[in-house]
């Protein structure tokens, strides 16, 4: 589907005002393989789509006579988990992320016909997040949870997409059950002992017509002038890396986080509207833009309350689209070519959804090389690469590089966007690490989230950087930037997976 059908989709759940209904639906209109016709199924009937299957309906019949290709089709498109964490929603809050999910699902044909553009997002937020039966959302139980009266899917794409999604899943899922978790240490999981404060600042900058927002979170005493940039993802905002942020300052260090405003939550917001089209192309360029006006900004000395604060060696942190400017940043060359050959093949066995956002690059990949020398190290989480980045371009890399990826995120599955660009890469002191359970929301790190899992290693990476010096750069035999232990988290499982795993089966 494409992205500005999907966009359609996303606009018909909009935020409006609204009294959340009465009742979930009731009743799923299916289109099943083989058949012409459609079957329509009461939602309870789902439950237990066995015993469904045990009588003697025209549905039973038509999976005997499929020798039960139908009744297995059901179980997994109704049983299996979705790429949507139970309890990731803050209801008291907009959240971006809901939207995202709604997107991801209407992608797989399964919530066309519901009634769900009256709802608000803690509506919506409370619905998901009802949904998950042990931390875990399934079609079937999102539906239990949803407003409406009949649901249509089309089960042949929604099986077809599910099996696809667990195969770029695969590799990943052997590498975190076998290769050793990283352990916890105190010494980077806990606070640091400095106070931290948070301020907003609006930065003119040449390249766009309004100033640039900035949060800045900095230890109110003892900074040690070392900054750090975090760049958020589509439709994201600072405020959903602030935990990053205060783990970082609190241990000295200042961190800048950018609103992108042609992507941002207030983007999104608008585009529901109607008031603007889907994120231009040419945000490829503007984002990492973005972080370098910071950077000169802080160079100059333009930004109130950072004197002493150096921009002449950064590490860089982004999620999802921000994990691209972080690679932007870091040197890394996007290609057309492979865009303009694959983008058209909707059944492609490597297409994600991903592609969705990575296929409209097209137009702005040859203006989008904007590499900054300041930026010695990034950090790339959840990172959209595999169709857009040439890997043959890595060796021009002039940051080292950190991928992390979870191993149950369907927006950015592991194996096609991490896994296979770090195994293309030449050695130089890159990593990779893959966190068991992350997906593409709980991998981030709210203000409030005290303990979140990916703190102590990005702490870590940052650490390992500013101590390399000039060592820091790529390079064969360059030192590790992380220590050999303590980097882990006690609620995620992190692996550090040798370049030699990556592709080996």
């Known amino acids: 589907m494409p992205f500005r059908s999907l966009f359609c989709t996303a606009t018909a759940m909009a935020v409006t005002a609204g009294a959340l209904p009465v009742g979930a639906v009731e009743q799923v209109q299916i289109r099943f393989p083989f058949v012409d016709e459609s079957f329509n199924l009461k939602v309870s009937e789902l ?10 309906s025209d549905l039973a019949e038509l999976d005997r006579a499929t020798d039960g290709v139908i009744g297995r089709g059901l179980i997994q498109a109704f049983k299996t988990p979705l790429p949507i964490s139970g309890g990731v929603f803050d209801q008291a809050t907009d959240s971006p992320l809901v939207n995202q999910s709604l997107i991801v699902l209407s992608s797989m044909g399964a919530l066309e016909g519901l009634p769900t553009k009256t709802l608000t997002v803690p509506q919506l937020s409370a619905a998901i997040n009802k949904s998950a039966v042990g931390g875990q959302v399934t079609l079937l139980s999102l539906l239990q949870a949803l407003p409406g009266d009949t649901a249509r899917v089309d089960l042949a794409r929604i099986v077809f997409l599910m099996n696809r999604n667990a195969r ?16 916890s240490d105190a010494g980077l999981s806990g606070v640091g002992s400095l106070a931290v404060q948070r301020g907003q600042l609006s930065l003119p900058v040449a390249h766009r017509p309004e100033p640039l927002q900035l949060v800045l979170i900095q230890p109110t005493t003892q900074a040690n002038g070392r900054l750090v940039v975090i760049s958020h993802g589509l439709w994201d905002g600072p405020e959903s890396f602030e935990g990053w942020a205060n783990h970082l300052a609190s241990r000295g260090y200042t961190v800048a986080l950018p609103l992108h405003p042609g992507s941002d939550k207030d983007q999104q917001h608008a585009m529901l ?5 889907p994120p231009s192309p040419s945000e490829l360029r503007l984002r990492p833009l973005d972080v370098t006006a910071v950077l000169d900004a802080v160079q100059a000395n333009r930004l109130q309350g950072l004197n002493g604060v150096s921009a002449e060696s950064v590490v860089v942190v982004g999620h999802s689209w921000g994990a691209i400017t972080a690679l932007q940043l870091a040197g890394g060359r996007a290609t057309a070519a492979r865009l303009r050959q694959r983008c058209p093949d909707v059944n492609d066995p490597d297409r ?3 592609w969705l956002l990575q296929c ?3 137009s702005s990949v040859d203006q989008a090389a904007v590499s900054d020398p ?13 169709l857009l980045f040439d890997p043959a371009a890595a060796s021009a890399l002039q940051a080292r590089t950190l991928l992390v990826s979870g191993s149950r995120d369907w927006v950015v599955p592991p194996d096609p966007e991490a896994l296979v660009p770090f195994a293309s890469t030449s050695p130089a002191g890159h990593r990779l690490v893959l966190a068991k359970g992350g997906d593409h929301f709980n991998l981030r790190a709210p203000a409030k989230q005290a303990a ?6 990005i702490l870590a990476w940052v650490n390992g950087a500013y101590a390399a010096g000039a060592q820091v750069a790529p390079a064969a ?3 590790s930037l992380l220590p050999p232990s303590g980097w882990g988290s006690a609620d995620m499982v992190l692996v550090d997976v040798p370049s030699a795993q990556a592709t080996s089966r």
């Open 477 to 479: 035999g360059a030192p």
């Open 168 to 183: 770029q899943r695969q590799r990943t899922e052997q590498l975190v059950n076998s290769l050793p978790a990283a352990s």
């Open 360 to 362: 409209t690059f097209e």
């Open 374 to 386: 300041r930026v010695k190290a990034v950090v790339a989480v959840s990172p959209p690469i595999g």
């Open 452 to 457: 979140a899992p990916l703190s102590p290693l």
């Open 47 to 56: 439950a237990d789509p066995q015993a469904l299957l045990n009588g003697n």
């Open 352 to 354: 994600t959804f991903s």
């Open 273 to 277: 509207s109607g008031e603007v089209p």
